[in-house]
């Protein structure tokens, strides 16, 4: 089985047009530069969290458990003309095992390869974590290298989304963006569950942590 997957016209249009306005309105009274939010403190969570009514089943199925845990609930933005996002696999900060955990990507409007949408590596779901080092991006902590990325040899799969589309991808899932080349943010939802019989590691926690101070020296050179 694929690391990640497509989930076509799965989401109520209405709910979601209309969570993408109330989106908007929280943006505005956000720092411009930030690219995501967690949203679990936010007043708009319970609303949000209502759509999962919508793949839970799926959820459900692709981590073999009736009681998943939603972990987390992000609103990402893709600014207008912005960077790429390097290529990484979330396990590598998130640091769960065992490889029980996944995520729900929901754009709340169209999204493609030139408005940000993800590159998906073909690899299946028991993908190794591979090395990661510090980004020179900001805002994205770690990358798997260019050299190191041509070494693995698989092929791509990037989603098309029209509003009511989702995806899934596990944990272990590599992936990446080219960037938004368009003149308008992207925006998208991300909801983040894992079984309840996965924990962390502490060792790749620690591992990451290190990871994540060198990023942070780079970025502030």
């Given at each position: 089985?694929?690391?990640?997957?497509?989930?076509?016209?799965?989401?109520?249009?209405?709910?979601?047009?209309?969570?993408?306005k109330?989106?908007n309105i929280?943006?505005?009274?956000?720092?411009?530069?930030?690219?995501?939010?967690?949203?679990?403190?936010?007043?708009?969570?319970?609303?949000?969290?209502?759509?999962?009514?919508?793949?839970?089943?799926?959820?459900?199925?692709?981590?073999?458990?009736?009681?998943?845990?939603?972990?987390?609930?992000?609103?990402?933005?893709?600014?207008?003309?912005?960077q790429?996002?390097?290529?990484?696999?979330?396990?590598?900060?998130?640091?769960?095992?065992?490889n029980?955990g996944?995520?729900i990507?929901?754009?709340?409007?169209?999204?493609?390869?030139?408005n940000?949408g993800?590159?998906?590596?073909d690899?299946?779901?028991?993908?190794?974590?591979?090395?990661?080092?510090?980004?020179?991006?900001?805002?994205?902590?770690?990358e798997?290298?260019?050299?190191?990325l041509?070494?693995?040899?698989?092929?791509t799969?990037?989603?098309?989304?029209?509003?009511?589309?989702?995806?899934?991808h596990?944990?272990?899932?590599?992936?990446?963006?080219m960037?938004?080349?368009?003149?308008?943010d992207?925006i998208?939802l991300?909801?983040?569950?894992?079984?309840?019989?996965?924990?962390i590691?502490?060792?790749?926690?620690?591992r990451?942590?290190?990871?994540?101070?060198?990023?942070?020296?780079?970025i502030?050179?």
């Amino acid at each position: 089985m694929l690391s990640h997957g497509f989930l076509k016209n799965r989401v109520d249009k209405k709910s979601i047009k209309s969570i993408y306005k109330k989106c908007n309105i929280f943006l505005e009274d956000k720092k411009k530069e930030e690219n995501y939010f967690y949203l679990n403190d936010e007043s708009l969570f319970d609303e949000i969290k209502n759509l999962e009514e919508f793949f839970l089943k799926d959820v459900k199925s692709l981590l073999n458990t009736v009681t998943p845990v939603l972990e987390a609930i992000e609103l990402h933005i893709q600014k207008a003309k912005c960077q790429k996002i390097p290529p990484h696999q979330d396990n590598f900060y998130h640091c769960i095992e065992p490889n029980m955990g996944l995520k729900i990507l929901l754009p709340l409007q169209e999204l493609n390869l030139d408005n940000g949408g993800l590159i998906f590596l073909d690899c299946d779901i028991n993908f190794s974590i591979q090395s990661h080092t510090p980004s020179k991006v900001k805002n994205f902590s770690s990358e798997i290298e260019e050299n190191q990325l041509k070494k693995i040899r698989k092929s791509t799969t990037t989603y098309k989304y029209h509003i009511g589309d989702a995806s899934f991808h596990f944990l272990n899932s590599l992936h990446y963006s080219m960037g938004n080349k368009t003149n308008k943010d992207s925006i998208f939802l991300v909801f983040r569950y894992q079984n309840p019989n996965a924990k962390i590691n502490s060792a790749a926690k620690l591992r990451y942590n290190k990871c994540l101070e060198e990023h942070k020296r780079i970025i502030n050179m």
